[in-house]
């Protein structure tokens, strides 16, 4: 079974400032890895995605991933964070293309003026 | 990017009546979409996968006969909730996926039940 853990619910960084959002996955086949972020009553947008091409990828808004299987890890990074930025971040797991997606409890980023 | 359409985006019912949330593939063929549930600050948890043509998975703990989904053509999927109480109310997504790609979300559906 897939799992998906998420370290820190909440993660407060200074604009500007580096952002890391943490992320471990569990997974008995080579993943599909994803990160989406949530604003308030909203749906969730796609950020970037992992599908076994290259390990570190390039997403919207200036961030960015990088696939490390022997840590199993997926860790999100922004070099220098923006008051935009604040929001709820989901790492996600599926095991194939065409399989529900199974997420992480969120860690909510507040960016400090 | 493909985009999913999910409609009402919130909605108010009274106790024991039933709600029903519309999602839509607006360019792309479904054969698969997928019901969330999410309660305040909490994750995403998977309710049920909506199959085109057939009866919806449901994940264990789930009331089918509570949730009622339908999936009657490749862009449309409907969830009801049937005879809903004050504990049903949540935010509620629904999901579609091309093979291979990243999952699309529609806009999320508030439902509070008084």
């Known amino acids: 079974a897939q799992s998906v853990t998420q370290l820190g619910s909440h993660v407060s960084v200074s604009e500007g400032a580096l952002v890391l959002l943490r992320c471990n996955y569990s997974s008995s086949v080579p993943p599909y890895l994803f990160w989406y972020v949530q604003y308030p009553n909203q749906g969730l947008q796609l950020l970037l995605k992992y599908t076994s091409a290259a390990t570190l990828v390039k997403g919207i808004n200036g961030f960015e991933a990088e696939f490390k299987k022997s840590e199993t890890s997926f860790h999100l990074t922004k070099p220098s964070a923006h008051m935009s930025d604040a929001a709820e971040y989901f790492c996600a797991v599926s095991e194939s293309g065409n399989t529900p997606l199974v997420f992480g409890k969120g860690t909510r980023l507040s960016v400090i003026a | 990017g493909a985009v999913v359409s999910q409609h009402p985006s919130r909605v108010i019912c009274k106790s024991g009546t039933s709600v029903k949330i519309e999602c839509r593939s607006l360019d792309f063929q479904a054969t698969t979409m997928f019901w969330y549930r999410q309660f305040p600050k909490q994750s995403l948890m998977l309710m049920a996968t909506?199959?085109?043509?057939?009866?919806?998975?449901?994940e264990q703990g789930v009331e089918k006969d509570k949730f009622l989904i339908n999936h009657a053509s490749l862009t449309l999927s409907t969830l009801t909730v049937t005879s809903a109480h004050p504990e049903d109310s949540s935010f509620y997504i629904c999901?579609?996926?091309?093979?291979?790609?990243?999952?699309?979300f529609g806009q999320g559906t508030r439902l509070t039940v008084v």
């Open positions: 909506s199959n085109e043509g057939s009866k919806a998975t449901y």
């Open positions: 999901s579609a996926r091309q093979p291979n790609t990243e999952a699309f």
